[in-house]
Structures are given as C-alpha cells and as structure tokens.
C-alpha cells in the first residue's frame, strides 16, 4: 500500500477534505448518523489552528457558517435530516446575500425523527432549495468514501465559484463506511476576488454590506434574475455522471449513492451470468441533474430503470429530463430498506418484458 | 465681541462612523440614539477600520444602512451566532450586533444566552422597547404586565403570556459574560449613562475579556401609541420599575477589588 493511502470513515474523510480545502470554520450540533464528523473536527479544526464551534443548534450552526463565510472564510457544517431541516434558514439566508459554504447531510430516514438507518429521502428537500424562496444549492452525491473526500474538496471549489452554497446528500452507509482512500495534497486556499465583497479591515475602501433583504420595489425581482443566470449557467455547465456499460445496454439504470453502488454490482452480476444487459448512469450532481446525459439515451430509445432509497422522488427528475421520448421505471426502498442486487436484476428483467414502465415498492416485493 | 474663524471649533456633529443616509425610525424612538451612541465609542476608542456591525430582523432591519463601516444582516434571532462566526473568524475585529426584543429574547433567546454561555468576544445592544414595532406592535417577550398591544388587546395576563423577560438578570450569572449593563435613552442623563455603558462594552470586547450586553430601555411612542414626551415619561414611569437599571456584571471591577 502506498503511504498516502488510509483506512478512513466515510464521515472523518469529509472532514479531512474539508481541512485540505482550506476550510477554516467549522460549527456543528450532535446528530446520528454523521457524528464522526464533528468528532473528527471538534479536535482536528483546532489543531490546525482553525475555528470549531460546538453549536446550540443546527439553526445557530448555520448561521455561524453565514458568519464566518462573510468574512471570506471557507466555512462549513453537517448533520442528518432533522438538522439539515433547520439549517434550511441560514442556506436560504446565504443564497440570497450570495455567500458561499460547504455542508454536508448525511441522510437517514424520515420523515419526522424517523429513524438512524440509510436513506435518501431528502433528494426533493436538497435538490428544490430546501428553504424558502426562489433558490437552489448544488448537491454533490458520492458513493464511496474516496469519492466523499474528493467531492468534499470539489464542493468548497464550485461554491466558491458560484458564491452560493454546496452540499454533499450522502446517507448513514456512506458516512458509517471505513474503506481504503488516497488523500489528496492540501490545497492553497486562496480567496481570490472576495476580498471585494467580504468583511473587516475595511481601512482605506468602502464599507462592505451583505444583505438578503431588498425591500424597494423591483430590486429582489432584479436580484434574482442575477441569481436565476447564475443557477443557468451552473446547470449548462456542471453537470456530473459516471456510465458504465450502458451503450448496449437493454436496460439502463439512473441511480446515485449507495443505491447506485449496489445497482452497479447488479450490474456486473447480471452481465457475468448473462441475465440480462444492464448499465448504468450514476449521478454525481444531483442538482444539477444530469439531463443532458440522459436525454440523449433517450433519443437512442433507451429504457430507463430509476433505483433509489426514496419513494420516487429522483424518478420525478429522470421522467422530467426523458420528457416523454422513452418510458422509465423505478425500483424504490424507503425509511432505511436498501434495494438488493438480486431484487435490482429482477425488476430489470420485468421491465425487459413489459411493454411500459414497471413501478416495485417494498410492498410488492413482500 | 469679534470672533476670528480660527475661534470657530467643531465642537458637536455627527460620528465618523455613522452614515448620513436618513433612518427610517419614527419620531421619538430610541433606536436612532442607539446607533449615535455606538458610533461615538467606536470613533472615540479608534475600532472603526476593525469594526463590523450585524444587523438583525425588527425596527433595525436596515442598521446596516447607517453605519459608515461593515455590515451583516442576520436572520431573525441569529445575529449572535452570526457574529461568533465572523470574530472566531476574525479574531481582530470588533464584531457588535443591534437586536430588539422580540429578535433576541424570544427567537433568539437560544443564540443570546448560549454566545453569553461561550464569552463569545462580541458586544450586543440590546434595544427593549417592550413591543414588536416593525411588525405592527405586537406583544414582546417584554411586554409589561397589563400593557395593550395588538395580540394582547385586554393587556398582557402572565397566566396567558408568563411574565416580562429580564434579559440582564438572566445572563448575570454566566461565567461567560465580561460586562452587562441596563441604561435607559429616555433622557438626558440616561443618554450620558448610556454611552459610557456602551463604550465599556466595546473596551470590554477590544480587551479580549468576553462577552458583553448593553440593554437599552427605549421609548416607542408609535408602537406605544403615546405622545413622544408621554413616551419618554413612560419609560420611567413603567420600564425602570420593572426593569431596574444599573450594571449587573463587569469582571473589570472584580479585577480591581
């Protein structure tokens, strides 16, 4: 094994990355299943001369991250569900005062308290703003532990970029996980042209305002236009997938996380034995959705296969992009049930048979 | 007698840091002296260039308008939680939030008492006019006992409503806390306390010696529906009784004794 390669929890590796991006603010509040994290940099912040705050709620958490990223700080929280629920203020807050941050839900099953299981019942929540007003936040969706630390850095890159926040919909699987990973160079943080628009030290220049409120008639309409261009032109440019095997494929899976990981094993599984030719688009951005990509194999006449931990919310956005060209299916597990490899193949093989799309929820199954 | 100009010395006008934009406060309020007194202790101990101000959600919605130095506005109720993450992000610069009642002690009753609980470094004035003015003049968590207001129309009943928070009286006891004073804007006198409250606060802070809270009884005749001057008269009258002014905490005296 080569030296820079570890054995690292899925929620430590987030917080390793996030400490290698540069990220000098962390405020966090005691959730399961993401916990790891706060623990990580409750003693790893501090150590490396950066900010930890042991937040008295996820509400106050957030808005320290809206504090610290005024000041040009690259800032950050986590939590799971029911905490990524009131942080929804403080992003809404920031995507109107165009602030940027990285955070981090680490799904587990709703609604109410639900329970500490995997999930990915908040795709609608992470995907559609999650708060109030016209907003959207790019949601970045790993399936692996490297893939948590690499998409970890990238996010602090592209919220930057965008001066909007970030966020990672991972799930209890994904952050429990240890697996081997190769940890990437710290980056230089460098905050480019924030110095423009960010607080203190103001000797010498202007005073510096950052606001979400815009009372006089016709300035919020006009800001957010501004914003709506901006979402355009992070939904042209930022789209992320991964295929594998899908160009004879006679079904094709859309699918992201850990039901994309088990889809994939489906995948070799049923091209091994010869069942039936499958592949497999797995999603990276789920906002934005890759479209583009699925779009086009569906022009091909491909048919689509949706796998996911959550009772038809991605499928919404699968059957929006097929717009009608093709017909696309859905397996789905909720409240912490985990599709299966053999369950996957099954469905595939029913959707193979059928003239139209084929819906399998847990209770068909039973 | 003949004055040359060179007799002619400024000897009143408005603070370097305060902008010159109108607020929009009505006639008589109290918050407008407020931000006056910040801005005089800000220019008098030489904070302005390190200063950043964090606006809240109420009558000062729009704080960050006039001050002449960086501005944030915060969410209703989180200005304190913001203001933790700009100064542990900046530990040089003197952070304040301007919070009225309703914004720190009933939503963000959790953000005030737990940045007091930390000793954040940050100085907090706090406006209690005892009503929601912004929104229409509704009741306060510092809602006398018996006083009308628009969800309160028989006066506040404590079976109902609990009683009126006492803001200073609670946080007193915080190991947190460097300095807590209750001043009043009402007249003269108050005003001249007021101030030398407030520049405390911020030597308290500039000193690196925790957190500290000026709450500033403040007059709201439109909210009140009184006369500004029954207003004034009404803050001593009503608000003193119950809200004792004086300095509940000020570790710089413990260190002297």
């Known amino acids: ?56 709620s996820e509400v106050a958490a957030i808005n320290m991250v809206y504090g610290a990223a005024a000041t040009g700080a690259r800032a950050m929280t986590s939590s799971s569900g029911p905490g990524i629920s009131l942080k929804q203020e403080g992003v809404s807050y920031m995507c109107g005062a165009e602030l940027p941050c990285f955070y981090a839900n680490i799904v587990r099953g709703g609604p109410g308290l639900g329970n500490i299981a995997p999930a990915q ?6 995907t ?239 | 007698m003949r004055l040359e100009v060179d007799d002619l010395k400024k000897v009143f006008g408005r603070p370097e840091s305060l902008s010159d934009k109108p607020n929009m406060y009505c006639p008589g309020c109290g918050h407008g002296l407020a931000h006056r007194l910040v801005a005089e202790a800000v220019d008098a101990l030489g904070l302005k260039d390190r200063c950043i101000g964090v606006a809240s959600v109420g009558c000062s919605v729009f704080a960050d308008d006039y001050f002449d130095f960086d501005f944030v506005q915060a969410a209703h109720g989180r200005a304190p939680a913001v203001a933790t993450g700009i100064k542990r992000s900046k530990p040089d610069s003197i952070v304040f939030t301007h919070q009225g009642d309703g914004d720190l002690a009933s939503i963000g009753a959790a953000e005030m008492l737990h940045s007091a609980n930390r ?15 912004m929104t229409g003049g509704q009741m306060a968590p510092t809602t006398l006992v018996g006083m009308k207001t628009s969800t309160s129309k028989l006066g506040r009943d404590p079976k109902v409503a609990g009683y009126p928070v006492r803001v200073c009286e609670l946080l007193k006891d915080l190991e947190g806390v460097a300095y807590l004073e209750r001043v009043a804007v009402n007249t003269p006198a108050h005003v001249i306390k007021a101030a030398k409250a407030v520049r405390k606060a911020f030597e308290v802070q500039d000193e690196g010696l925790g957190f500290s809270l000026v709450e500033i009884l403040s007059q709201c005749p439109t909210g009140w529906g009184r006369l500004p001057k029954d207003a004034v008269d009404w803050v001593d009258d009503n608000m003193v009784p119950y ?13 002297q004794k």
């Not at chain 1, 499928?315 to 299916?329: M, N, P, Q, R």
């Open chain 1, 121 to 126: 019942s908040d795709y609608f929540q992470a």
């Open chain 2, 243 to 255: 809200y004792p002014l004086g300095v509940f905490r000020d570790v710089t005296a413990k260190e």
């Open chain 2, 119 to 133: 000793g954040e470094m940050i100085t907090v004035i706090f406006v209690n006019n005892a009503i929601y003015g």
């Open chain 1, 128 to 366: 559609r703003g999650g708060g109030h007003g016209d907003y959207r936040v790019i949601v970045l969706a790993p399936s692996t532990v490297q893939e948590l630390f690499d998409i970890t850095m990238l996010g602090f890159e592209l919220a930057d970029k965008y001066r909007n926040p970030a966020m990672i919909l991972g799930d209890g699987i994904l952050g429990q996980m240890r697996e081997p990973i190769v940890l990437r160079e710290p980056v230089e943080y460098d905050p480019g042209t924030k110095g423009a628009w960010s607080l203190g030290n103001s000797a010498g220049r202007e005073k510096h305002m950052i606001t979400s409120v815009r009372l006089a008639p016709g300035t919020l309409e006009k800001h957010n236009m501004k914003l709506f261009r901006k979402y355009k032109e992070i939904a042209e440019k930022e789209q992320r997938y991964e295929l594998t095997a899908v160009d004879d494929a006679e079904v094709i899976i859309i699918a992201y996380g850990t039901s994309a990981r088990v889809a994939k094993s489906a995948v070799a599984a049923a091209r091994e034995s010869g069942d039936i030719r499958l592949g497999i688009i797995r999603l990276i951005t789920l906002w934005p959705y890759p479209a583009d990509i699925i779009r086009e194999y569906a022009d091909k006449g491909a048919r689509f296969l949706v796998v996911e931990m959550s009772l038809g919310q991605m499928y919404e956005d699968a059957l929006l992009s097929v717009a009608g060209k093709t017909d696309v299916s859905l397996l789905a597990h909720t409240g912490g049930g985990l599709p299966a490899e053999e369950e996957i193949i099954e469905t595939a093989k029913k959707v193979r048979a059928s003239d139209g799309p084929v819906e399998v929820f847990p209770e068909a199954a039973e």
């Open chain 1, 1 to 56: 094994m080569p030296e820079d390669r570890v054995l690292m929890k899925g929620n430590e590796a987030i917080g390793e990355a996030a400490i290698r991006a540069g990220c000098t603010f962390y405020a966090g509040y005691p959730i399961t299943p993401q916990n790891e994290l706060t623990e990580y940099m409750s003693y790893h912040m501090p150590k490396a001369g950066r900010a930890f705050v042991q937040a008295e």
